[in-house]
T-cell receptor
Framework: AQTVTQSQPEMSVQEAETVTLSCTYDTSENNYYLFWYKQPPSRQMILVIRQEAYKQQNATENRFSVNFQKAAKSFSLKISDSQLGDTAMYFCAFMKTTSGSARQLTFGSGTQLTVLP | KAGVTQTPRYLIKTRGQQVTLSCSPISGHRSVSWYQQTPGQGLQFLFEYFSETQRNKGNFPGRFSGRQFSNSRSEMNVSTLELGDSALYLC???????????FGPGTRLLVL
């Protein structure tokens, strides 16, 4: 079984500053994806970024980037130039990708990020 | 493409009743997964359907069931509702080998 740990229940950052959210995971799988999702007050779960475990290059999506350390089983999210609209709960998630396997996400407990004006 | 849709958005039921929630995936997506979100337990996987077959089920009692139709639309049913079933129920669809899941807006269920 997989586990995902987010050790920061709450964080805050000033608008336009940079913040890093931490995530660690535990698995014996070799083939998997890691994700960051955000859930604003509307409760809509929105994909932020995805990382394939077989790729060494860290994923980047505009102001969002990850630091993927496979050996350490660490997957942190960096948000640059934080905006008020980034205020949300952020979830780290794991999904194994063995061919034909069920699509099942295992989520961490979340980090509530507040961007301050 | 239209996103994942879920109906109804809000439901209020009483203990002992049953409820059916519906999810329409993104066009072309054949996999539909369901999750329960509560303040105490966080996000928990319920089950996943692919081409009308349940591929996996989470650790939930048999009162929770689901199905998928030939057009990939999915329903989940909860029978004999308990107070602890109050939650946000999220549906996600995925397509292609990457398997990235895209979520609907959720159904908020309140059991009184």
């Amino acid at each position: 079984a997989q586990t995902v740990t987010q050790s920061q229940p709450e964080m805050s950052v000033q608008e336009a500053e940079t913040v890093t959210l931490s995530c660690t995971y535990d698995t014996s799988e070799n083939n998997y994806y890691l994700f960051w999702y955000k859930q604003p007050p509307s409760r809509q779960m929105i994909l932020v970024i995805r990382q394939e475990a077989y790729k060494q290059q860290n994923a980047t999506e505009n102001r969002f980037s990850v630091n993927f350390q496979k050996a350490a089983k660490s997957f942190s999210l960096k948000i640059s130039d934080s905006q008020l609209g980034d205020t949300a709960m952020y979830f780290c998630a794991f999904m194994k990708t063995t061919s034909g396997s069920a699509r099942q996400l295992t989520f961490g407990s979340g980090t509530q990020l507040t961007v301050l004006p | 493409k239209a996103g994942v849709t879920q109906t109804p958005r809000y439901l209020i039921k009483t203990r002992g009743q049953q409820v059916t929630l519906s999810c329409s995936p993104i066009s072309g997506h054949r996999s539909v997964s369901w999750y329960q979100q509560t303040p105490g337990q966080g996000l928990q996987f319920l089950f996943e359907y692919f081409s009308e077959t349940q591929r996996n089920k989470g650790n939930f009692p048999g009162r929770f069931s689901g199905r998928q139709f030939s057009n990939s639309r999915s329903e989940m049913n909860v029978s004999t509702l308990e107070l602890g079933d109050s939650a946000l129920y999220l549906c996600a669809s995925s397509g292609g080998p990457a398997g990235t899941q895209y979520f609907g807006p959720g159904t908020r269920l309140l059991v009184l």
